[in-house]
């Protein structure tokens, strides 16, 4: 079954061979990508910055292992936002923690296999309930696979957003004592790590957006003046490629 289109204009991000290379840093802040050594994956990745993720994950999938990182990506973005079937939803993020793990076989020192295995199976633990998850041990997987990937790139703020969205849900879910004492899980050090990834990607929609969704959830009312900021800094963010816009309408309808 395909995959549902970009509900937004395209056209500001079909980036070329040579704009993307000058943009990638600004783009890969978050990631920290490397610039792709194979043409194949270029293109990949034009599909993905443009919001063509199907074809950006298909195009990844056929490098091979190589190509799994902007597979992954494609992937779990397009699951994120724009599948509304939770069924298709969960199987998406099934097939990226399972690639992942060959990944993390084959390229045990490339982070990108440990972030997306992590994030993918924190995503599917929030669609299958977080408590039933914990019960599995996905969070002892969602843990290992985030200390691995900061351990390899320090600087990656993505990792650093998705830490903080593991000791946010599960002091929310199970409770400060339980969380902390079984799952090391710790709302300061959630903070933390939202804000480690506001300094390494001040532009980042998404850095903004999840903090703002922390402090919520743990403090709620006593919190919201700065929720209410981080939202309008979110929603000021100007989008750079199809992901971010869809990050920054996130933050625009928390608003609303």
């Known amino acids: ?20 290379q000058v943009h990638w840093q600004r783009l890969h802040a978050g990631d920290v990508e490397p610039w792709p050594q194979r043409a194949a994956l270029v293109q990949a990745w034009l599909a993905y910055h443009a919001g063509d993720f199907e074809s950006a994950a298909r195009q990844g999938l056929a490098v091979g292992v190589p190509g799994y990182s902007v597979a992954h990506k494609a992937t779990c973005v397009y699951a994120t936002h724009l599948e509304p079937d939770e069924a298709r939803k969960l199987a998406l993020f099934e097939e990226v923690a399972e690639r992942c793990e060959r990944q993390q076989a ?29 019960a599995q041990g996905v969070g002892a997987k969602v ?20 830490f903080g969205i593991y000791h946010t849900e599960i002091i929310d879910k199970v409770g400060a004592m339980i969380g902390s004492l079984t799952y090391g899980a710790n709302k300061d ?19 903004h957006v999840e903090f703002a969704r922390a402090l919520t959830m743990l403090d709620g009312d006593k919190k919201l003046a700065e929720v209410l900021a981080l939202y309008e800094q979110a929603a000021g963010l100007q989008a750079q490629d199809a992901k971010e816009r869809l990050e920054v309408e996130d933050a625009v309808d928390e608003l609303k």
Do not use: C
């Open 1 to 20: 079954m395909a995959w549902n289109s970009y509900p937004y204009p395209q056209d500001a991000w079909r980036y070329t061979p040579e704009t993307l």
């Open 189 to 207: 050090d959630g903070y933390q790590h939202f804000r480690t990834a506001l300094a390494l990607n001040p532009e980042s929609p998404s850095a």
């Open 106 to 134: 084959e390229q045990p020192d490339d982070a990108a296999g440990y972030y997306w295995h992590a994030y993918s199976l924190g995503r599917y633990a929030l669609g299958i309930s977080v408590v039933k998850a914990l």
């Open 143 to 162: 843990r290992n696979s985030l200390n691995r990937a900061v351990t390899l790139a320090p600087l990656h703020a993505d990792a650093h957003i998705a």
